[in-house]
């Protein structure tokens, strides 16, 4: 018969062995219990952790899309109440000028609204939001529209000397009594409409682009989200207020003021039917971006559907892993420190 000696240290070493590899598999229970998912995707998926990753993946994408839409979304709200606001501000001046043309206001008057809607104009226009300009097109870091009434505007600047260089004469000049509804009306078409329908607006008055700022609202779907102050309806507005603002303060004769206001109306009314498109226009991007929105929560709901499937553990089972494997290690500590207080010399003693 053959006996073999057992150390105490061996039997510790064993122990302390069994205690480490018990307290790495708590940590793994644990974080399966915490999160409901496996510790190890690749240990326990196996050949199948490339379809969790896609799913992951493609997951991490459509939320990065949402979060961005809801961006636009704001951009895009602001820009409706900002086009509601310059359809108000068009609506005022419309109904100065058909006063004046009824007689029941003065120039003075008229001219006072004319200046504050420019005022109104350049401050919506130059609205901006999370630090972009809404107007600005894709030059968003830049005040979209310069201010006409401020000292030394070039656009102001711009439409004196056209004047002077039409007539001979300012505005303010006792000469400008002179002048005929005929002459006006060709002053108009001919001088100051190139400096707002032509190569002056970007010359003096806007620094925003043509260009608008398209984003992607889906994983296959991208939409312009943006207005830029080049419109058309927006230039127009600019033009009558601007030649309210500037004409109707001099000394012209009634003829050619009464020119200045018909042709003043008919503009507003212009840009109000040119802002309601915007409206309309802005109106449409805003459904199809939340419309985008709802579709691709439906597939983030899905896919994580499936990665739950996946990836999920039994939240019970967890727990009472978690439980044993503690109850274990608690047992063996206990142990461990029996056998640390064997010795031969206790033992003979």
Known sequence: MKTSSVSTAALSNALRYAQARMQSD?????????TGKVADV??????????????????DRLNVIIDSNGLVAARLSSTQTS???????????????????????????TQSAG????????SILN??????????????DVKPINDFTASGSPAKAAFDAAFVARFGFTQDDPAAASITAQQMDDFITNDVEPQFLGSGWQ??????????????????????TSISANQEGIQ????????????????????????????????????????????????????????????????????????????SVDPTEAATRVADLTDHINTSLALTARLQQLSLLKYLT
């Not at 940590?27 to 915490?34: G, P, T």
């Not at 690749?42 to 997951?59: E, H, M």
């Not at 200046?115 to 350049?122: H, K, S, Y």
Request: net charge neutral; hydrophobic share 40%.
């Open 42 to 59: 690749g240990l326990a998926l196996g050949s199948r952790t490339a379809q969790s990753v896609t799913f992951s993946r493609d997951l």
């Open 115 to 122: 200046q504050a809607a420019l005022q109104q104009l350049t």
């Open 83 to 109: 086009l509601g606001q310059l359809s108000s501000v068009a609506q005022n001046l419309l109904s100065s000028l058909t006063a004046a043309t009824s007689g029941d206001s003065t120039a003075g008057l």
């Open 127 to 140: 609205t901006s939001v999370n630090g972009e300009y809404l107007f600005a097109g894709t030059n968003t």
């Open 236 to 311: 127009k507005f600019a033009m009558a207020a601007a030649m309210v603002t500037s004409l109707l303060s001099g000394n012209l004769s009634e003829a050619a003021r009464n020119t200045v206001i018909s042709r003043s109306v008919s503009l507003v009314g212009e840009t109000l039917g040119g802002i309601g498109q915007l409206q309309s226009q802005t109106g449409i991007i805003q459904k199809r971006v939340a419309d985008a929105s709802d579709r691709m929560k439906t597939q983030v709901d899905l896919f994580e559907k499936h990665i739950v499937d996946l990836e």
């Open 26 to 34: 708590l940590v793994k229970a644990s974080k399966e219990a915490a």
């Open 203 to 224: 010359a003096n008055w806007s620094n925003a682009t043509d260009q608008q700022i398209v984003s992607r609202i889906a994983l296959n779907e991208n939409t312009p």
